[in-house]
């Protein structure tokens, strides 16, 4: 697992940046009722897509959280007296605070399920009867583009991914919400390069992969033979999916 503590420094720019950012911003506000005037971003990272979906939308008071103290603290610097440190798990927030909620790559990071389904409980604790939550979902399935990367590297350790649609949608529907939607976005300026994956391998971006395992240096030679080190093969595309709150007395899709 990174440390995102000190991942923090580099975390904007070795993940695309602002056009990678914008993308996201623009996926979830396509998601979130043009009625509502509160999201709680939550994981905001170091605030790069939360700035971008306050700036988005006239009128929508954006609030970030993070459990990250030096993720938090860039968050802070793009939005003052927006961002909270907390965690996902237990939430600071009043039940129904929220017209929407949003947790962007978030879910493919927790290895305990019940974690996820505490994450999951409390965003739509938070939600209002009638808002929104959009969640990112397959994360590490959107980065297998076909390239000659994804064909080295299909091999190596997996772990059960713990955001598939199918999971995120049955913890969502266990704590009341009803789907609502789902849309993708280009992974803009995340095409990785051989060199690039290597790199990402030595400092433990592959979480079965760690720094120092038996396997590593085996796939970091196989990466290493590839062509054109340093061409980027394609950006991968992310998938979200929405969930509503009902309205208690309404049908489900009232």
């Known amino acids: 697992m990174l440390d995102y503590e000190k991942e923090a420094e580099r975390y904007d720019v070795s993940r695309g940046g602002e056009p990678r950012a914008a993308a996201a911003a623009e996926g ?13 971003d939550v994981a905001c990272g170091t605030g790069i897509v939360t700035r971008r979906l306050a700036a988005g939308r006239a009128g929508l008071r954006v609030t970030g959280v993070d459990r990250a103290p030096a993720m938090a603290r860039h968050a802070a610097a793009r939005l003052p007296g ?53 969640t990112t979902v397959d994360k590490g399935s959107s980065h297998n583009v076909g390239s000659d990367i994804d064909v080295v590297l299909a091999s190596r350790p997996r ?7 199918a999971l995120v949608e049955s913890y969502a529907v266990g704590c009341g919400l009803v789907p609502a939607g789902q849309a993708r976005f280009p992974g803009r300026g995340q095409g990785r ?24 240096d085996d796939f970091a030679d196989r990466l290493a033979a590839l062509p054109d080190q340093d061409r980027p093969r394609p950006d991968p595309a992310f998938t979200l999916r929405a969930f509503r709150k009902p309205v208690p007395g309404q049908f489900p899709d009232g």
């Open 159 to 165: 772990r059960p991914a713990s955001d598939t649609a």
């Open 82 to 134: 927006a961002v909270v440190l907390a965690d996902g798990r237990r939430l600071p927030f009043r039940d129904g605070e929220f017209d929407a909620v949003s947790s962007v790559w978030l879910l493919h990071l927790v290895e305990d399920p019940v974690d996820t389904r505490r994450i999951v409980a409390e965003c739509a604790r938070v939600l209002r009867p009638g808002g929104t939550y959009v």
């Open 193 to 216: 390069s051989p060199r690039r994956a290597i790199a990402d391998l030595r400092r433990g971006w592959f979480v079965t992969l760690p720094p120092g395992h038996p396997l590593a």
């Open 28 to 40: 979830v506000l396509g998601l979130v009722p043009v009625q509502a005037r509160s999201l709680l």
